[in-house]
């Protein structure tokens, strides 16, 4: 096992990834930029190192630095968190010809997942259902008319190396198909340097549900279950719960059976990600996260598994030691992100925390890196503390997370808190009744979907 990991990240995952190496007894080193010297993070972990000033770019994405910091201190593996230099294959490469181990998959798996196109092709060559459209790029307009007819509008034209909802056009109909190709296109390149495209038919109200997978060195894939991502607003999660309203027991194990088995075949290791729309009680891929995810306590509420544990462990080298049939799936989740925002324009809110009050009680679990007197920056995410609330049933968690939001006290900046108050309140929501669209028209943001 590793004697000293780098902790490549802020915030709560860079707590969230210091308390799991001190329960597994491995020591950790913090870097941090300079507007950072007095976050907790720098404080937990048992040294720390200033790699650079605050923009994000001359610090946390300075893998040079990072490296430097890793060989100083005598590190033997680097966990990224999320974010920053999660998903860099550049990156992960790097760190192996250093001498380090990558908390993470392969180099070679993360490429292939950043390339939407290869990767539709990989997942689908391996039993995973994705979304009818073109068999790869679409090269020109007229091949962009062939597809359309063929697979039918509404159609929706994405790059290839988009991802995460950047990079997309729709077209309703022949004639705007011209100019959402052009413009996707220029986007494309404009965004990635990269103009290749692909289509897809437009799926018009789907759920976000995505499963979890945990895959070893030694070919063992286990699938922890799904998380119901749908609330979210401009492709920022806003609430994730599991299990997914809309699912039952069997389907989770069809779907999941599938998606494991998919990661298996690819050989693909660590923790990971396979996002679906589900609409009309049908899945169908769209990409895969080869990274730990902001959500994932959702899956450790319900499973009792500690994700950042078994992360660690498989990259050490270490096989699962359990299977399918022995991850318990129980209980309902649901967290809520908690921003340093207004409430109602979405606008950023910096500030001096005042007062701090996080909740607590049986089933609350609060993953924050504020403490009172400390100065949110500006240079980084919004997301200040991730509030997860477990209860025996979707109900009892309902009301224990309203319970939980009453009792959060963050003074001397405004957060989303009150959203998350409108939001568990709403009688759709209590149901179960959404989709990927429902929150933005919640908060008016959408006149239609
Ligand atoms: C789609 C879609 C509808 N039809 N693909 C957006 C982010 C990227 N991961 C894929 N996205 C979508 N792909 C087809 N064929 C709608 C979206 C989409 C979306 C997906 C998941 C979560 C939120 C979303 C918000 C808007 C659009």
Same mark, same amino acid.
């Given at each position: 096992?590793?004697?000293? =990991?780098l902790?490549? @990240?802020?915030?709560? /995952?860079?707590?969230? /990834?210091?308390?799991?190496?001190?329960?597994?007894?491995i020591?950790?080193l913090?870097?941090?930029?300079?507007?950072?010297?007095?976050?907790m993070?720098?404080?937990?972990?048992?040294?720390?190192i200033? =790699?650079g000033?605050?923009a994000a770019r001359?610090s946390?994405l300075?893998?040079?630095?990072?490296l430097?910091?890793?060989?100083i201190?005598?590190?033997?593996? /680097?966990?990224?968190?999320?974010?920053?230099?999660?998903? @860099?294959?550049?990156f $992960?490469?790097?760190?192996?010809e250093?001498?380090?181990?990558?908390?993470?998959?392969?180099a070679?798996?993360?490429r292939?997942?950043?390339?939407k196109i290869?990767?539709?092709k990989?997942?689908q060559?391996?039993?995973?259902p994705v979304?009818?459209?073109s068999?790869g790029a679409?090269?020109?307009l007229?091949?962009?008319r062939a597809?359309?007819?063929e697979?039918?509008?509404? $159609?929706?034209i994405?790059?290839?190396a988009?991802?995460g909802?950047r990079?997309?056009?729709?077209a @309703?109909?022949?004639?705007?198909?011209?100019?959402?190709?052009q413009?996707?296109v220029?986007?494309?390149?404009?965004?990635f340097g990269?103009?290749?495209v692909?289509?897809?038919?437009?799926?018009?109200?789907?759920r976000?549900i995505?499963f979890?997978?945990l895959?070893?060195h030694?070919g063992?894939?286990v699938?922890l279950?799904?998380?119901?991502?749908?609330?979210?607003?401009?492709?920022q999660?806003?609430?994730?719960?599991?299990?997914?309203?809309?699912? @039952?027991a069997t389907?989770?194990a069809?779907?999941?059976?599938?998606a494991?088995?998919?990661v298996?075949?690819?050989g693909?290791?660590s923790v990971?990600t396979?996002e679906?729309?589900?609409?009309?009680?049908?899945?169908?891929?769209i990409e895969?996260n080869t990274r730990?995810?902001v959500?994932?306590?959702v899956?450790e509420? /319900?499973?009792?598994?500690?994700?950042?544990?078994?992360?660690?462990?498989?990259?050490?080298g270490?096989?699962?030691g359990?299977?399918?049939?022995?991850i318990?799936?129980n209980g309902?989740a649901?967290?809520?992100?908690i921003?340093a925002?207004?409430p109602?324009?979405?606008?950023?809110?910096?500030?001096?925390i005042g007062d701090?009050h996080?909740?607590?009680?049986?089933?609350?679990?609060?993953?924050?890196?504020?403490y009172?007197?400390?100065k949110v920056p500006?240079?980084?995410?919004?997301?200040?503390?991730?509030?997860i609330?477990?209860?025996?049933?979707?109900n009892?968690?309902l009301?224990r997370?309203?319970r939980?939001?009453g009792?959060?006290?963050?003074?001397?900046?405004?957060?989303?808190?009150?959203?998350?108050?409108?939001l568990?309140?709403?009688p759709d929501f $209590?149901?179960?009744d959404?989709? =990927?669209?429902?929150?933005e028209?919640? $908060?008016g943001?959408?006149?239609?979907?």
């Amino acid at each position: 096992m590793f004697e000293k =990991i780098l902790i490549a @990240n802020r915030g709560e /995952i860079a707590l969230r /990834i210091n308390r799991a190496c001190h329960e597994m007894g491995i020591r950790t080193l913090a870097v941090h930029s300079t507007a950072d010297a007095d976050a907790m993070h720098v404080r937990l972990a048992d040294e720390a190192i200033c =790699i650079g000033p605050a923009a994000a770019r001359d610090s946390y994405l300075n893998q040079q630095a990072i490296l430097s910091a890793a060989t100083i201190s005598n590190a033997d593996a /680097i966990h990224p968190g999320y974010g920053f230099l999660s998903e @860099n294959a550049e990156f $992960v490469s790097k760190v192996e010809e250093h001498g380090f181990v990558f908390i993470g998959p392969s180099a070679q798996h993360i490429r292939l997942m950043g390339d939407k196109i290869a990767a539709k092709k990989a997942v689908q060559d391996v039993g995973i259902p994705v979304v009818p459209g073109s068999a790869g790029a679409v090269s020109g307009l007229d091949e962009a008319r062939a597809v359309a007819a063929e697979i039918g509008y509404p $159609v929706l034209i994405k790059a290839s190396a988009g991802g995460g909802g950047r990079g997309m056009k729709a077209a @309703n109909n022949a004639g705007e198909l011209d100019a959402a190709y052009q413009t996707a296109v220029s986007e494309a390149v404009a965004s990635f340097g990269n103009g290749e495209v692909y289509m897809e038919r437009y799926l018009a109200r789907p759920r976000h549900i995505e499963f979890q997978i945990l895959a070893d060195h030694h070919g063992n894939v286990v699938h922890l279950g799904e998380r119901d991502c749908s609330l979210q607003r401009r492709h920022q999660k806003v609430i994730e719960e599991s299990p997914s309203p809309a699912l @039952n027991a069997t389907e989770r194990a069809r779907i999941g059976h599938i998606a494991a088995a998919a990661v298996r075949k690819i050989g693909y290791h660590s923790v990971g990600t396979v996002e679906f729309l589900y609409e009309n009680g049908e899945f169908f891929f769209i990409e895969m996260n080869t990274r730990l995810q902001v959500e994932h306590p959702v899956t450790e509420a /319900i499973t009792r598994l500690d994700l950042v544990r078994e992360m660690i462990r498989v990259a050490s080298g270490a096989p699962l030691g359990y299977s399918q049939d022995d991850i318990p799936f129980n209980g309902h989740a649901i967290e809520c992100r908690i921003n340093a925002e207004n409430p109602d324009t979405f606008l950023p809110s910096p500030g001096t925390i005042g007062d701090y009050h996080p909740p607590g009680g049986l089933g609350v679990r609060v993953d924050s890196a504020l403490y009172s007197g400390y100065k949110v920056p500006s240079h980084y995410d919004s997301m200040i503390a991730k509030l997860i609330v477990l209860g025996s049933n979707r109900n009892e968690c309902l009301m224990r997370l309203k319970r939980a939001l009453g009792e959060y006290v963050i003074d001397g900046l405004e957060t989303s808190i009150p959203l998350h108050q409108k939001l568990v309140a709403a009688p759709d929501f $209590v149901n179960g009744d959404y989709d =990927i669209h429902w929150l933005e028209k919640f $908060v008016g943001l959408k006149e239609d979907g």
